[in-house]
């Protein structure tokens, strides 16, 4: 079968749909700026719409997103592409550039779908959940999360044993195994990169056991704990269900760190475990936290009264390097330490850690790039040529970074970081006008 | 081949064979299912005392516990008395079709 591709046509391409990409999508589109936005995963949102709770105002995260999240999702001017990826971005000359975007088959037509997860109940399978970080299993067909925007099934045909029975019970026959995928050809006038980043993987640090001892978790793992939606009943061990009472927290886990390649600050550690300290003594008033650092960072506004509070909590701060880890036949942790004022090298047992992992650059995008070189910083997160009087420029012309694809950074500065682009582009596409 | 709609499964199941390892796991999970609604129909438990029963890890009866309790076939009952573990029990006769 000859392989169709149909061409379309935009003001602006939007490589991302995290709080970065949508607030320059939403702003773009604002200002008349017809938009595609792409987004690699099944819903737009991002990191932002899995957490639980904000620094340092601690505002529900998702009740910020869910009403930015739906307002890009309705604006006439927005397309939203979602199990899309950017193929290639070549530059024909200013204010030309196209793209191939690659669409996924989701086997589900999205506009028919009602969210009704008649289909998940049928389905038989169960596989790891990755929007609950693999704590719990969800079905081989599945709504990604309660809030993920559009808010439709999709089929997760790796695991799929086309059975067919979400087909029998679908009441809509929204449900269609014979969807291929897609190729598109996005003629625009400019492009935003909004990639986000990575997280660090812990499997990376052996000597702190993650994987091996299953009550060392990830922080995004006690971030999807904390959330109303859950993977438990409650805060939980997973590795035998218990309720923890003595939590430690292991910062810079891959930030700050040479001997795993990052160097650098991640900006963002210090605060969200602070953070999460704090949301744990709501929710375990019972339980012990201590926070292992080696420098707390709170540089931004109210940060240092938010790490007070936490102190004037029970919070205990240790200033101390985490050495290794081990495991006792309870489940407890053995933490072994260097404790820096006191200059020495300690033992503490804790019945759970947190790995407060770092911000890695997302990586691959600058490849998508042909016929120009989108650069990248000594750390691989995307160049900002101009950092102080431009800070959204690229090495190309007419394309555009936003939030931590940039660096490392939190959210009211990827918010701010997705305006600057908006602006920055809008004044690129005007230039383009007269 | 024209796919009915509502019947499209089996069309892709025509072109694309359904990987060993996918239905392995399926019939683990169901295995799995089994046995732990099975233990719970017979009073309610904690995840040590299932992993016990089951002889397995209790990650993975955690995991799969947790699974169920979100798919709806299991319910949370109290605490024990030490305030470490919660008893975890069937509900609605672990929707009795397992």
């Known amino acids: ?434 | 081949m024209e796919a009915e709609k509502g019947k499209t499964a089996k069309y892709l199941k025509a072109k694309r064979p359904v990987p060993k390892a996918v239905t392995e796991h399926l019939k683990y999970f169901t295995r799995t299912k089994k046995a732990l609604i099975n233990a719970l129909k017979e009073g309610e438990k904690t995840v040590p005392q299932l992993a016990e029963i089951l002889a397995l890890p209790a990650d993975e009866v955690m995991y799969h516990l947790m699974s169920l309790l979100k798919y709806g076939f299991v319910e949370t009952g109290e605490m024990d008395d030490m305030d470490e573990y919660f008893y975890y029990k069937v509900k609605d006769h672990g929707k009795d079709k397992s």
Request: net charge negative.
């Open chain 1, 1 to 434: 079968m000859p392989e169709s591709i149909k061409t379309l046509e935009y003001d602006v391409l939007v490589i991302g749909g995290g709080i970065a990409g949508g607030e320059s999508a939403l702003n773009l589109a604002d200002i008349g700026y017809k938009v595609l936005l792409v987004e690699r995963d099944l819903t737009i949102g991002g990191k932002m719409i899995l957490l639980s709770k904000v620094f340092p105002t601690l505002d529900c995260a998702a009740c910020i997103t869910t009403p930015k999240v739906s307002e890009i999702a309705r604006h006439p001017n927005i397309t939203i592409f979602t199990g899309a990826e950017t193929e290639k971005v070549t530059k024909l000359g200013e204010h030309r550039f196209e793209a191939v975007i690659r669409q996924k088959p989701r086997y589900v037509n999205v506009s028919d779908c009602t969210g009704c997860q008649l289909c998940e109940e049928a389905c038989p399978v169960s596989v790891s959940d990755q929007y609950q970080y693999g704590m719990v299993g969800r079905k081989a067909v599945y709504i990604p999360f309660s809030i993920a925007s559009p808010r439709a099934a999709a089929i997760d045909i790796e695991n799929c044993t086309l059975c067919g029975a979400c087909e029998r019970v679908c009441p809509t026959q929204c449900i269609d195994f014979t969807q291929t995928e897609e190729r598109f050809l996005v003629k625009v006038k400019s492009v935003v990169v909004a990639t986000g980043f990575e997280l660090f993987d812990p499997l990376k640090i052996p000597r702190y056991g993650f994987g091996q001892y299953k009550n060392v978790i990830t922080s995004m793992q006690m971030e999807r704990q904390l959330a109303p939606t859950r993977p438990y009943n409650t805060i939980l061990r997973p590795g035998d269900g218990k309720m923890p009472d003595n939590i430690a927290y292991v910062l810079c886990t891959g930030s700050r760190d040479k001997t795993v390649g990052n160097p650098i600050c991640s900006q963002v550690c210090c605060m969200y475990s602070i953070k999460q300290a704090q949301l744990l003594m709501g929710a375990l008033p019972m339980a012990d936290i201590t926070i292992y650092y080696l420098h707390i960072r709170a540089f931004g506004k109210g940060f240092n009264e938010f790490y007070a509070q936490a102190q004037d909590m029970g919070v205990e701060f240790v200033k101390g390097k985490v050495g290794k880890i081990t495991e006792k036949e309870n489940g407890n942790l053995i933490l072994r330490y260097e404790d820096i004022e006191a200059g020495q090298v300690k033992e503490a047992e804790h019945d759970m850690v947190v790995l407060s992992v770092g911000v890695l650059p997302n990586r691959g995008i600058s490849e998508t790039f042909e016929n120009q070189k989108l650069e990248l910083d000594p750390f691989n997160f995307i160049n900002q040529t101009d950092i102080l009087a431009s800070p959204a420029k690229t090495s190309i012309e007419g394309v555009f970074v936003a939030g931590t694809a940039s660096g490392p950074m939190d959210i009211p500065d990827s918010i701010l970081s997705g305006g600057a682009a908006s602006a920055e582009t809008t004044s690129y596409l005007r230039r383009a006008v007269s």
